[in-house]
Every structure is written in structure tokens, then in C-alpha cells.
């Protein structure tokens, strides 16, 4: 197909309709649909950064102890390619189907309806309840700072700032994440230069070189147990990352920013994760305290640590910054993934009609209003009873990145082995995961081996039966409402022939292309000073 075929109408922002995103029998309001309001720059920021918070700058000093700097740096490495094996999958599909609240639709419409289901709402709990998790974070970063103003004031007014964000225009969620993430990435991009300055010498005078990896017990102190630990420190870190997936079903040019934003994802992981392990690895032996205590104190995380050895007094005060918005960023990220995948699971029928309304500003309304809602029970029940509930919040909701990188990988299986059996040629894929099916087997393997495997220290004499549930209550979510929907509706696998691979797919989308290829209203190329400034325009707007 040449671009003037592609050229379909003079909107570029409407999507047709949300039925043609999601399933046949949906019943979402004509009147108001999602705007495509989301730029290149947008998705590609967002795959770069926006994944990046405090499994990063705070928790990865868990990983170091856990594993030693030898055993994080391979922890880090397979859950990178975990990952990046995920986003291929979900990349292919996403591209060609761009639909709001992605992989639960795709389950639904590929392998089985009942996973589509339970991974729906896993997820939709999950980032409902990461909602309150940030709004406690950020009332305990401002009393680092600020101590005669009562907590519950910050959370409130985060609270209203993320709604404000995400009732008005997806492009709100768009620009704050953008900025968000271009910070997020500088800072790392700092870090690291600073701490080869540091290790070599050439900051702070001491000169660490590869010391830390001969300390006794050598690079890898805890040897597979050590390793196989870093795996969940590892997974809360790259939590998140599907989410541009669902940012594919308000991408302005879908066909084009997804493939891109998941061929950034491995230089993101390479970059951003690997080398800071490397970094704090070196620099911080696996046997200081603090590194252990720097995923609740700011003051003593890793990478304060290190800023501090180069001779940053302000160090704690800067990571204090970084990490306050971090948190608004995940929970405006939490606000958006979760209102979209509710609204998905609202057109497949598996929540109220209502959750699919979408005002005038192409928001489902409810959607959001509904998740602000939970969010903040669930952040009040961690003021009452010690936060006992709250804390079983949120170990319910500890497994869902993982259970839905295996939904991902199953759903994917499914989708090629349907797609090829309907004689369709993969050439028509705007993106084709080229590992397949290896990725997703591979997937499958080392997430349902984690998941299973992560509360092994629970079994560890003395035995506490609330602690191994504790560990497994996710999983024990997840299973029961598979096997609950499973039970009361007796739904069945979708069969090959059955799969629909027309209605959505991005050739049926009524979206302007003609800015994005660089043609005028008529289909022709644009001057290059045209190009040039309309490519400057759209960074700043």
C-alpha cells in the first residue's frame, strides 16, 4: 500500500469509533470517542523513560545484597530479556490492532475469553492499588522536607492533581509523562557518567575499579538462590513497561510508534538498567547496610550513595526531588493504564456498561473517576488498623506484571499461529516479533518459574501459613477468578478459524498519516524546510 492510499480523511485525532477497537457487540456512546492525541514523541518518551522510578533509584540496592553485584547484573540481564521478549509480542499485536487497554482485549479475542477476563482486572486492580501506594509516597517524601504539614494533605493534593491530569485531555497524561521521563532519563544518563568518574578515580580520589566483584564470596556471594532473588527486585523495576501497548489504542500513528517504542525498549534496558546495576555494583560493596535500607530511606539509596562519593552533599535532596515526581508519574500512569483496561473490560462485557462513556474530550470519564475512587479506599485503609489492610493490598496485587507478561506471551502464541493459519501473509504486519515463538516460550518458562518460585523463603522453617499466602495471594487472585469465570461461564479457547483478524486493525482506522509521512492535503511531499519546521513544532508542542 502507497502512502496516497493511505491518506483516508482530514482528522487525524478521532478514532471511528471505539467499537472498531474493541469488540463487534460494543455498545460505547457514538456521541464521544478517544482521541488520538498522543505524538511520536509521546509513545518514544514513554518507552524510553517512563518506566523508570523507584524499582530503580531505591529498591536496586536490594538486588546487590541479594545477588552480589555479579548475580544482580545477571537477575537484571534475564529479566531484560524477558521483557524485551514481551514488548516484541505485544508490539506485533498492538501495531496491527491498536486498541485501548490492549492485552486484555487480545486475550479475549485470540486465546480465551476467560483469561481476557482475569488478566483484565488483575491488572486493572493492579495499578488501582499502585494509585494509593504512590499517594503514600508522596505524603512520606514531603516529610522529608516539609514536617508540620499533616501527610494526608500531600496525598490529598497529589490525589486531585491526578485527576485534574486525566480527566481533560489524553494529551495532559502525554506532556506530563513526556517532561517526566525526559527528566527521569537525564538523571540516569548523569548517574552513570558520573559514576565511571567515580569508579576510575577521576570523582571522590578513590579508585574502586572491579574490587567490589572480589570481595569474599566473589561476584555471585549467594550463588543461584542469590541470583533467582533478584528476579522479583528485577520484575517490580520493569513493571510497567507494557503500557505502551496501551498507549497504542490513542497513538496518532500506531503502525509507526509502536514498532519504534519496542525496538527502544532493549536500548532502555541495556542502558538505563543494566549499566546503573553495573555502576552501583562497583562502586557500593554487597555488604554495606545501607544498600538494603535505601529502598525505604532516600537518604541512603544508591544512587544518593553515589552522587554522595562524588562529593554531592546535595545529593539527597536532588533524589528526594527525582523521587517525588517519579511517584506522580507512576500514579498518572497507574490513572491512565487502568481507566483504559477498564473501559476495555467494560466493551467486552466484563464490568458495568457504564465504564465505557467517554466525554467530550476523549476520556472514559467513569473509567477514571471509578479508579481515583479506588485508589483512594485503598490509600485510607493504610491510616487505619496499622495498615494491615493496605498491606495486603498491595501483596495482592505483587504478581500481576508477571502474570501479565505470561498472558502477553500465551495471548501472542495464540495470535500468530491463528494469523498464519488463516493464510495471511506476515509482511501485512506493520511490526512481526522476529524470535517468535522462542520469545514467548521463554516467557512463559522464566515467568511461570518466578512467579511460583518468588515466596520460596516462606517454606523455610519456622513456617508461617500468612506468609505464604501473603506471597501467593496474587497468584491465588488470579486463579480463582480464571477458575470462577471459567465454572460459570464454560467459555471456550478460540479456535484458529474463529479469530478475527479484520475489525480494528489499522487499515479500517479513519486516521490522518499525510503529517507524519511529510505530504501536503493532497498526498505530495512537503517542501524540507516545511519537514524540518513542522518536526521542531511538534517537540515543543
Not at 245 to 262: Q, W, Y
Given at each position: ?7 483516508q ?58 545477588g ?26 498492538a ?13 479475549t ?9 482475569t ?14 501506594v ?11 522536607w516539609?514536617?508540620?504539614v ?20 489524553v494529551?495532559?497524561?502525554g506532556?506530563?509523562e ?12 548523569i548517574?552513570i ?26 561476584a ?6 542469590g ?21 497504542a ?13 519496542v ?36 537518604a ?25 515526581i517519579?511517584?506522580?508519574s507512576?500514579g ?6 487502568s481507566s483504559r ?9 466484563y464490568a458495568?456498561?457504564?465504564f ?20 483512594c ?8 488498623g496499622?495498615?494491615i ?6 501483596d ?23 494469523y498464519?493459519?488463516?493464510g ?6 506493520p ?24 515466596g ?65 492535503e493532497?498526498?505530495n511531499p512537503?517542501p ?14
Amino acid at each position: 500500500m502507497d502512502l496516497t492510499e493511505k491518506v483516508q480523511t482530514t482528522d487525524q485525532t478521532i478514532i471511528e469509533d471505539a467499537e472498531s477497537f474493541t469488540s463487534d457487540d460494543s455498545s460505547v456512546q457514538k456521541e464521544h470517542t478517544l482521541q488520538r492525541g498522543l505524538k511520536a514523541r509521546h509513545i518514544q518518551m514513554i518507552a524510553l523513560g517512563g518506566t523508570i522510578g523507584t524499582g530503580l533509584f531505591m529498591s536496586s540496592g536490594k538486588a546487590i545484597v541479594a545477588g552480589g553485584p555479579g548475580g544482580a547484573l545477571v537477575g537484571y540481564a534475564v529479566l531484560g530479556i524477558l521483557v524485551f521478549s514481551v514488548m516484541m509480542s505485544l508490539g506485533e499485536m498492538a501495531a496491527y490492532i491498536p486498541v485501548a487497554g490492549s492485552f486484555s482485549h487480545f486475550a479475549t479475542r485470540f486465546a480465551d475469553p476467560t483469561l481476557g477476563f482475569t488478566v483484565g482486572w488483575v491488572y486493572w486492580a493492579n495499578w488501582a492499588v499502585g494509585v494509593a501506594v504512590e499517594l503514600t509516597g508522596v505524603a512520606i517524601i514531603m516529610e522529608y522536607w516539609i514536617k508540620t504539614v499533616n501527610t494526608v494533605v500531600w496525598s490529598v493534593i497529589c490525589l486531585v492533581i491526578l485527576v485534574a491530569i486525566n480527566v481533560f485531555s489524553v494529551k495532559g497524561y502525554g506532556e506530563i509523562e513526556y517532561w517526566i521521563s525526559f527528566i527521569k532519563i537525564l538523571v540516569v544518563v548523569i548517574f552513570i557518567i558520573v559514576g565511571i568518574c567515580v569508579d576510575t578515580g577521576a570523582a571522590g580520589g578513590v579508585h574502586y575499579g572491579v574490587s567490589n566483584f572480589h570481595l569474599p564470596g566473589g561476584a555471585f556471594p549467594n550463588g543461584f538462590l542469590g541470583v533467582f532473588n533478584v528476579f522479583l527486585t528485577a520484575a517490580f523495576s520493569f513493571n510497567g513497561v507494557e503500557i505502551v501497548g496501551i498507549t497504542a489504542g490513542e497513538s496518532a500513528n500506531p503502525h509507526k510508534t509502536v514498532p519504534a517504542a519496542v525496538k527502544q525498549v532493549f536500548f532502555r534496558i541495556v542502558l538505563f538498567y543494566i549499566l546503573s546495576i553495573l555502576i552501583i555494583g562497583l562502586i557500593i560493596p554487597y555488604t554495606d547496610p545501607n544498600l538494603l535500607s535505601g529502598g525505604n530511606n532516600v537518604a541512603v539509596s544508591p544512587f544518593t550513595l553515589v552522587f554522595q562519593k562524588a562529593g554531592a552533599a546535595w545529593a539527597a535532596d536532588m533524589m528526594n526531588a527525582i523521587i517525588l515526581i517519579t511517584m506522580i508519574s507512576a500514579g498518572n500512569s497507574g490513572v491512565y493504564s487502568s481507566s483504559r483496561t477498564l473501559l476495555s473490560l467494560a466493551t467486552d462485557g466484563y464490568a458495568p456498561r457504564v465504564f465505557t462513556r467517554v466525554n467530550r474530550w476523549g476520556i472514559p470519564i467513569w473509567s477514571v473517576l471509578a479508579t481515583c475512587l479506588v485508589g483512594c479506599l485503598a490509600f485510607l485503609t493504610s491510616l487505619f488498623g496499622s495498615g494491615i489492610v493496605f498491606t495486603w493490598l498491595t501483596d495482592l496485587t505483587s504478581l500481576a506484571g508477571l502474570i501479565t507478561w505470561v498472558s502477553i506471551a500465551i495471548t501472542h502464541l495464540r495470535f500468530r499461529r491463528g494469523y498464519l493459519f488463516q493464510g495471511r501473509s506476515l509482511s501485512a504486519l506493520p511490526y512481526f516479533a522476529p524470535f517468535h515463538p522462542f520469545g514467548d516460550i521463554f516467557v512463559i518458562v522464566v515467568g511461570t518459574i518466578v512467579i511460583f518460585g518468588q515466596g520460596w523463603k516462606t517454606f523455610v522453617a519456622p513456617i508461617s501459613a500468612s506468609n505464604v499466602i501473603s506471597s501467593y495471594i496474587g497468584l491465588i487472585l488470579a486463579v480463582v477468578l480464571y477458575v470462577g469465570r471459567k465454572i460459570w461461564k464454560r467459555e471456550k479457547f478460540v479456535k484458529c478459524e474463529d479469530m478475527d483478524f479484520e475489525t480494528g486493525t489499522f487499515h479500517e482506522s479513519v486516521i490522518d498519516i499525510r503529517k507524519q509521512e511529510g505530504l501536503d492535503e493532497n498526498g505530495n511531499p512537503l517542501p524540507k524546510w516545511k519537514r524540518v519546521f513542522s518536526k521542531i513544532l511538534n517537540i515543543i508542542a
